[in-house]
Structure formats: C-alpha cells, structure tokens
C-alpha cells in the first residue's frame, strides 16, 4: 500500500484538539488521524499541551455533593458515546456522518457525482465521485478547502494525492482536480464557505447543488 | 490511573476526583459555562473517565491529556449541534502490559512539556492557554507557538508502533 504523504498541519491539529473547528473541517482531521498513525500521534502531542494547560488551570471548589453523588454513581449504567468505526473505504467518522448507509450520489455532470454531508453557515463537507480520469470543474474557493482521498487518487498542480492523503488548498490555489486512470476517485471535500466556480455553467448551477 | 483501570480502585478514582475535578470545573468555566453546567460536565467526563478506563494507555498519553480530551469531546457535544467528529479508536488487548519504559519516556516528555510551558514570556504562555482553551480560531493558531513539541511527537509515535506491533502479534 501507498504511504501516506500529504498531511494534516499543525495548526489544524491543534485546532482539532482544543475543540475549535468547524464539523466540517473536524471529520477530515478525524478521518485522515483513523488512517495514519503520524497524525495520530502528532493529535496527542497537542492534547499532552491541553492536559499541561488544563494541570496548570486555577482551580474552582466543586459543591460539596459532587463527589458523593458521583460515587454512589459509579455502579449505574452509564452512557458514553463510542469512537465511530470503519465500513468498507468510509473511516469511521464519515461511516458515521454517513448514519452507515451507502452514500446518496447525485450527478454534477460529467459524470461527477456529490453527496453532501453536512451544509452550514460554518462550511460544508461533501463525498466527491470522479469517474476516471475526469476532471472536477475549475474551481476556487473563499477560504480553505481540505480533500481527502478515501478511494483512488487524484493529482493538480499541487501533487498527485492518494488514499489517506490530504490536500490543503487556500483561496490562492486554482485548482482542476483529475481522478487517477484506473479507478474512480472517491474524496472528502471540506471548505469552510461555498465553492466558487469559474465558468459560467457551473456558477449558475451552484446554488442549485449547494456546492 | 492505573489502579482504578485495572482493578477498579474507587479509593484512587477518588484522588483522581480530589485532582481533576476543580480543575475541570476552573476550566470549564473560563469559556463562559455557567458554575452548575460546569459541574454536570465535570460529573460526566468522571463518569466517562471511570467507564472507559479500558481504552486508557499510558504508553501514547498522560492522564492529563486523556481527561483533556474527554472533556472537549463533552462540550462540543452538549453545545453544539453536530456531535464530535471523533477519530476511530484503537482498541487495546486486556493482557497488553504497559511498556515501562516507553511509559517513563513519556513522562519525562510531558514533564519537559509542561516546563516548557511554564517558562514562556506571559504574553506567550496566555497565548497557549487561549489556543487550547479554545479561544482562538485554526487562522490564529497558525503563527508558531514556538512550543518544542518535537520530542514528544516521537515519543508518542513510539508508543503507538509498539502498540500496532503488538496487536500484529496478537492477531
């Protein structure tokens, strides 16, 4: 199998721990630190940091009957959400965003297929198709776009990019992304405000999509 | 730690709650939860901490960082929407004996850590605190902490090969 060459940075992890990003952007890091072990381990150095923080935080007296009730609650059933886990080419927090069924595609053309996960005024996290060879329209976005590859592989201007990697595209970036030849590429799309399309077809199509 | 994961000590549950607790709450309230909110989450990520002790490994993480990240897990998952987007878990064999070693190694690491931190210039040490508090945005945390988070990357890195080789073995 392929290594993983295209990470999380840092900041993003650090985000990721302290609980500040938006859902969106939080399943690619959680979905890419399920498929590589480094990440995982760099996502624990900052939470070493946040335990430090939390050590070295003032302390404020609890009530009095925290801890007796605590106690006496030790022995009852208690519900803890479980870590999400794997189904197929899905890592665990997408099978999950996916409620465990198989994703809803719908045509984008050109045989590019979407199913949109989650759309919000904090950003929107989207499973991309791409048959092929084919090409996902010219696009730049307001802000940062994260895509990570579940299936395949794709390559731009900026590398070529395989299962468990990441890329990190800012507004700068100009970007044609082109599936790999021999299967269809299937990726994680994360920006944290609406695609940009740079020809006229697709623009006038966008809010129809929501992309 | 160790002693209420695998033998159920609620004598050392108990001085876990004596550290951690008004710490948690201290911290919890510095984002703006309210003191009895606080106290429920406090309640709640010492319920998870006693109930998911299994999943506790002192050879990739510090109890500190382990209650650190339940207790951000908690929050977003009360005050936002969408639950957490969490990272799939690896699951640890009962019989799996801590490294010693490797568990001292990470010690010495978190130690050399929280010194790192304590001797920041103040502007630099609020700065850390803001960012994993979670006062600051991913755009602002970009700028270099300038924390030496090198060592403790490797050493965690370590921990988790050791871990995968044993699971190889085990499987």
Redesign the interface.
Same mark, same amino acid.
Do not use: C
């Given at each position: 199998m392929k290594t993983i060459t295209h990470h999380i940075p840092d +900041?993003?992890l650090? /985000?990721y721990?302290?609980?500040? =990003?938006p859902?969106a952007?939080?399943?690619v #890091?959680?979905?890419h630190?399920?498929m590589c072990?480094?990440c995982?381990?760099?996502? +624990?150095?900052?939470? /070493?940091?946040?335990?430090?923080? =939390?050590?070295?935080?003032?302390?404020?007296? #609890?009530?009095a009957d925290?801890?007796s009730?605590?106690?006496d609650?030790?022995d009852m059933p208690?519900e803890?959400?479980?870590?999400?886990?794997?189904k197929g080419i899905y890592?665990?927090?997408i099978a999950?965003?996916l409620k465990g069924k198989a994703p809803r595609w719908r045509p984008l053309g050109g045989g590019v297929r979407q199913d949109i996960l989650?759309a919000g005024p904090e950003g929107s996290a989207r499973l991309l198709f791409i048959p092929p060879g084919m090409a996902v329209p010219d696009h730049s976005h307001n802000g940062l776009e994260l895509t990570l590859v579940l299936q395949g592989s794709f390559s731009d201007d900026a590398g070529e990019f395989g299962v468990g990697d990441v890329e990190v595209a800012d507004q700068e970036v100009d970007h044609i992304p082109t599936a790999g030849p021999d299967v269809p590429c299937i990726c994680l799309a994360a920006t944290d405000a609406p695609l940009k399309f740079n020809s006229w077809l697709p623009r006038l199509l966008q809010p129809v999509f929501r992309i | 730690m160790i002693a209420v994961r695998d033998n159920r000590d609620?004598a050392a549950?108990?001085s876990l709650?004596?550290y951690?607790?008004?710490?948690?709450?201290?911290?919890i309230?510095?984002t703006g939860t309210g003191?009895g909110q606080?106290?429920e989450i406090?309640?709640e990520v010492?319920?998870?901490v006693?109930?998911?002790s299994d999943l506790f490994d002192p050879g990739?993480?510090?109890?500190?960082?382990?209650?650190?990240?339940i207790?951000?897990?908690r929050?977003?998952?009360k005050i936002?929407k969408?639950?957490?987007?969490?990272?799939?878990?690896l699951q640890m064999e009962e019989e799996t004996e801590p490294d010693a070693g490797q568990v001292l190694g990470l010690q010495q690491?978190?130690d050399r850590?929280?010194d790192a931190?304590?001797n920041l210039k103040p502007e630099q040490r609020e700065m850390?605190?803001k960012?994993?508090?979670?006062?600051?945005?991913?755009?602002e945390?970009?700028q270099q902490?300038g924390?030496p988070?090198g060592t403790?990357?490797?050493r965690?890195?370590l921990?988790?090969?050791r871990l995968?080789h044993e699971l190889k073995h085990i499987r």
């Open positions: +900041a993003l650090a /985000a721990a302290a609980g500040t =990003l859902y952007y939080e399943m #890091v959680a979905a630190v399920s072990d480094a995982r381990a760099d996502l +624990a150095a900052h939470e /070493a940091v946040g335990g430090a923080v =939390l050590e070295d935080t003032a302390s404020t007296a #609890v009530s925290l801890k009730n605590l106690m609650l030790l208690f803890t959400r479980s870590a999400p886990t794997r890592p665990g927090p999950e965003a989650d | 609620r549950f108990a709650f004596d951690f607790a008004p710490r948690l709450k201290g911290f309230m510095r003191s606080a106290e406090v309640q010492m319920l998870t006693w109930n998911k990739r993480a510090q109890v500190s960082s382990w209650i650190y990240q207790a951000r897990n929050q977003i998952d936002r969408e639950n957490r987007a969490l990272p799939e878990e690491e978190a850590l929280k931190i304590r850390i605190e960012a994993y508090l979670g006062e600051l945005t991913h755009q945390i970009k902490t924390l988070l403790i990357k490797s965690i890195r921990g988790l090969e995968r």
